[in-house]
């Protein structure tokens, strides 16, 4: 009986952990792949542009305004605009672009993996009850927090994410989202053409902790995530082979 149990449980196979945490159900297709890509590979593009950031900073602010919409190169380029040496209207269209221009990625990610988003973000039964509770958000509520989603210490990626799992009209997302990062562009802007170097000075220490911590989070949570669901995994094999 124990050898066909055992001829049994090796001729199933394993299941991967990656499989069972996977937003998206059954084959990855090339969209599922892509908005992967930018959720995580993106960031990490970033991190690796690190080193050449200060070069940019003084001497092509407006192509990392374009690269990234960090705040510093705004701040940088807008203190650059006020001894003429870049348009002032450029920095504003750059500032912008590069704030919003992967946010819609987050928002379809949200709604085209549905429920699967909290594979990525829930590492117990009471976080995936709190997580639910957000489909509860009415349409205002999130319509604010996507509009303050470039401020500061507020984890934009997530909100939009939460927009469009809980199946936010594309048309109000995109809205609040394009009014907020024209907001949020036009204040770095003003900081950068009243204030100078100064500006830069305190965003870029700003702007250093904030990009390890928004690391941290994603690596942390696809870490957890991973490594939960091979332990039960394991178990699981294990109380099979006790039976």
Do not use: H
């Amino acid at each position: 009986m124990s050898d066909d149990r055992a001829d049994r449980d090796a001729a199933e196979p394993k299941e991967n952990p990656w499989v069972a945490l996977k937003p998206w159900q059954g084959k990855a297709q090339g969209l599922d792949k892509l908005l992967l890509f930018i959720i995580i590979g993106v960031p990490l593009i970033y991190l690796a542009l690190m080193p050449l950031r200060p070069w940019m900073l003084v001497n092509a602010p407006v192509v990392q305004e374009f690269i990234n919409g960090a705040k510093t190169s705004i701040v940088a380029a807008a203190a650059y605009a006020r001894v003429g040496e870049i348009p002032l209207w450029l920095v504003i269209v750059a500032g912008f672009i590069g704030m919003a221009k992967l946010d819609w990625a987050f928002w379809l990610a949200g709604r085209r993996w549905g429920d699967g988003v909290l594979r990525l973000f829930a590492q117990n039964e009471r976080q995936l009850k709190r997580i639910n509770q957000l489909k509860k958000i009415p349409n205002w509520a999130l319509f604010l927090m996507t509009l303050i989603s470039r401020c500061p210490g507020v984890p934009g990626t997530l909100v939009y994410l939460v927009a469009g799992w809980t199946r936010m009209r594309l048309s109000l997302f995109l809205v609040a989202d394009l009014l907020g990062c024209l907001t949020f562009t036009l204040i770095w802007t003003f900081l950068g053409y009243q204030l100078g170097e100064a500006a830069v000075d305190i965003l870029e220490v700003i702007d250093k902790y904030a990009l390890w911590l928004t690391l941290a989070l994603i690596v942390g949570i696809f870490a957890i995530s991973f490594f939960k669901e091979y332990r039960k995994q394991k178990k699981a094999a294990g109380d099979t082979a006790e039976d």
